[in-house]
Structures are given as C-alpha cells and as structure tokens.
C-alpha cells in the first residue's frame, strides 16, 4: 500500500550575518579599541604583534590584553580616519606601528606624536605629505620613521643614524649617476640627510621619472649628481635583498 508523505517544506535561504561595523571618524576611540584587540574588525592580514593573541569570543578587553599589544599595521581597511588614531592611546606599550595605504592624511601626525612609546612608524602609500612627515621627525626625532612611496634611488643604507650608502642596485638612476657603496648621502634638492630616515622623506612624495639633485661625501669630496627616480615596486625584491 503506498503511503503518501507530505511535500517538503522548502527551506528557507539562510541570511548570512552582517560582516562587524567598520569604525568610522564617529565611533568613540575606546569602542575602536575594543573592536581592535577583540578582533572584531579587520585592519589587516596581521595586525598585532606576535605575543598577543586575542581570545576570539572575548566581549571584555582587560588591561593585561591592553598592555601586551606592541605593534600595530593598519591598511586600507581602516575606517576610523585621522581621529579614530586617538584610540592608540589605549595601547600604553605600542612601539612599532605601520600604515600600509592607510586612508590618512596629514593630521594622522598629530595623533601618532602623542604615542608615548612609539619608537618605529612605518609609512607605506599613505598620503601623507613630505612636508608634514619632516615636521614628524622633528618634534620626534628618536622615533625610527620609515617612509616609502611610488619612487627610489635605488640605493640601500647601513646604520639608522648615519645616510652611507651599503649598496647601489645596478640599472637604477643612482648606478647610472655613478653612486657608490661608502658614498654618503648630505641632501637632496637641498634638503638635508643625516640619516635613512630624512632620505626617506625627502624622496617619499616624488615621482618614477623625477630626477633629484644630490649632493655626497666621497672621502673628503663633497660631489653632486642628477639622479632619475626609479619605479620601487620594480626594484624593491633587489633592495631587500640587502638588509638596511
């Protein structure tokens, strides 16, 4: 005898939970805090330093997890604008922090400035003017700023405090305006270089095709030469292949 079943009842599609607010320049710097270390927003692939693991269900950030957080990258996917980085100031041990196309600008400084351990800041493709990043490394001059932009020399540096050039990557403009490695760099376009830090920012806001002026110190001759900017995206697996 057959036995009839009743139809299916069809299921209903599934609505997929919405993905965790991004802060915004109105989200209160304690909640972008939170959201940070709780790990309920994306700022990057990895974005705390290695030692800090937040607990993944945590509703509450205690002051230990506060205190471990020690660096920081913020990318594209942040969201609070240059105010939300007040919210830093929750993290009193954050020594290194990195912005890697970051949407900030200028007043970005400001907030970073007030980081009371801060002792590296790396700039990647943040717009971020040269004339603002040399204000930074005055008031701040202990903090290790790196900054890169679209251009290079195409030269590696030794030490953090001096601007002697370790190595020049062949076929670049500073090969072909005949730089050499023990040459050391004294300005450019008549700003001046005491260390890889000002080289940094005096070539941060330039231009793949921009030629510099430079002027450096080979032996007890103080040279000059036009050198071409290179792309770095083109050249930057050869410059990391010499540690700076």
Same mark, same amino acid.
């Given at each position: 005898?057959?036995?009839?079943?009743?139809?299916?009842?069809?299921?209903?599609?599934?609505?997929?939970?919405?993905?965790?607010?991004?802060?915004?320049?109105?989200?209160?710097?304690?909640?972008?805090?939170?959201?940070?270390?709780?790990?309920?927003?994306?700022?990057?692939?990895?974005?705390?330093?290695?030692?800090?693991?937040?607990?993944?269900?945590?509703?509450?950030?205690?002051?230990?997890?506060?205190?471990?957080?020690?660096?920081?990258?913020?990318?594209?996917?942040?969201?609070?604008?240059?105010?939300?980085?007040?919210?830093?100031?929750?993290?009193?041990?954050?020594?290194?922090?990195?912005?890697?196309?970051?949407?900030?600008?200028?007043?970005?400084?400001?907030?970073?400035?007030?980081?009371?351990?801060?002792?590296?800041?790396?700039?990647?493709?943040?717009?971020?003017?040269?004339? +603002?990043?040399?204000?930074?490394?005055?008031?701040?001059?202990?903090?290790?700023?790196?900054?890169?932009?679209?251009?290079?020399?195409?030269?590696?540096?030794?030490?953090?405090?001096?601007?002697?050039?370790?190595?020049?990557?062949?076929?670049?403009?500073?090969?072909?305006?005949?730089?050499?490695?023990?040459?050391?760099?004294?300005?450019?376009?008549?700003?001046?270089?005491?260390?890889?830090?000002?080289?940094?920012?005096?070539?941060? +806001?330039?231009?793949?095709?921009?030629?510099?002026?430079?002027?450096?110190?080979?032996?007890?001759?103080?040279?000059? +030469?036009?050198?071409?900017?290179?792309?770095?995206?083109?050249?930057?697996?050869?410059?990391?292949?010499?540690?700076?």
């Amino acid at each position: 005898m057959a036995v009839e079943s009743a139809p299916a009842r069809p299921i209903a599609p599934q609505t997929p939970a919405p993905p965790p607010a991004l802060p915004s320049e109105n989200t209160p710097v304690n909640e972008i805090a939170t959201l940070i270390l709780s790990g309920q927003v994306r700022i990057a692939d990895a974005f705390v330093s290695p030692d800090f693991v937040p607990a993944p269900d945590a509703d509450v950030i205690d002051d230990t997890q506060i205190k471990k957080l020690q660096s920081l990258t913020l990318d594209h996917h942040w969201r609070g604008g240059d105010d939300g980085l007040a919210a830093l100031r929750e993290f009193p041990n954050l020594v290194s922090l990195t912005l890697r196309n970051a949407p900030l600008t200028d007043r970005a400084l400001d907030q970073i400035a007030k980081l009371p351990r801060l002792q590296s800041l790396d700039i990647d493709s943040v717009p971020i003017s040269a004339k +603002a990043l040399t204000k930074f490394r005055t008031a701040k001059p202990k903090i290790n700023l790196s900054a890169r932009g679209k251009a290079t020399l195409g030269v590696n540096v030794g030490g953090p405090r001096s601007c002697v050039l370790t190595g020049v990557v062949a076929g670049t403009g500073a090969a072909e305006a005949g730089l050499q490695p023990g040459d050391e760099i004294l300005a450019v376009d008549g700003q001046k270089v005491l260390d890889f830090s000002d080289l940094a920012i005096a070539v941060y +806001a330039r231009q793949p095709g921009e030629r510099v002026r430079v002027e450096y110190r080979r032996g007890n001759k103080h040279e000059t +030469a036009k050198v071409l900017l290179s792309e770095r995206k083109l050249i930057e697996p050869v410059l990391l292949q010499t540690p700076r």
